[in-house]
């Protein structure tokens, strides 16, 4: 059992509530548009760090992070892209990974807007995690926490960050 926290479109924007929300987490995941190395090296002194870059994210952070991040974690497959539609409007560029292959759980951002929906055909959960920073036209700024326990799905939360 593991224990995440998501959370994309940061913008280079950084709040202490990332951390606070976080504390009981084993891994945070940030699914891209870091926005700056600062963001992504500060959560990564806190927890384990897993990410991917987004469309705005320099070389730097490209550097480090791939496109796409397939891997495994406690008997579940999971992929992380930053664009990545959603089910029924999957992005080209990902559309045909995941109907060759499609994993347990789909996690993408770039809409900054939170979704969180199965998808019956694929047989899979997609979680957006909306926007997690300022920039952009979302009124709320959100994350989520959830739970993998050997193949399932635990305990989602989502977070309304207030300012």
Not at 15 to 27: G, H, Q, S, V
Not at 37 to 53: D, G, N, S, T
Not at 105 to 127: A, C, E, P, Q, R
């Amino acid at each position: 059992m593991i224990k995440i926290g998501i959370l994309s479109d940061t913008h280079a924007f950084w709040d202490d509530k990332y951390l606070k929300y976080f504390e009981a987490c084993d891994e945070i995941w940030h699914v891209g548009d870091i926005g700056s190395m600062e963001i992504i090296e500060r959560l990564a002194q806190y927890k384990p760090i897993r990410a991917v870059y987004g469309n705005i994210d320099g070389q730097d952070i490209r550097k480090i992070y791939p496109l796409i991040n397939r891997f495994t974690v406690d008997n579940t497959e999971v992929l992380m892209k930053h664009i990545g539609g959603y089910p029924g409007n999957y992005d080209p560029s990902i559309r045909g990974s995941l109907m060759v292959r499609p994993p347990q759980l789909f996690i993408s951002g770039h809409s900054h807007i939170l979704k969180v929906k199965y998808d019956k055909t694929l047989n899979m959960l997609h979680i957006n995690p909306g926007a997690a920073g300022k920039q952009g036209f979302h009124k709320t700024r959100t994350m989520i926490r959830l739970t993998i326990d050997n193949g399932s799905f635990k305990d989602l939360e989502v977070i309304e960050l207030a300012d």
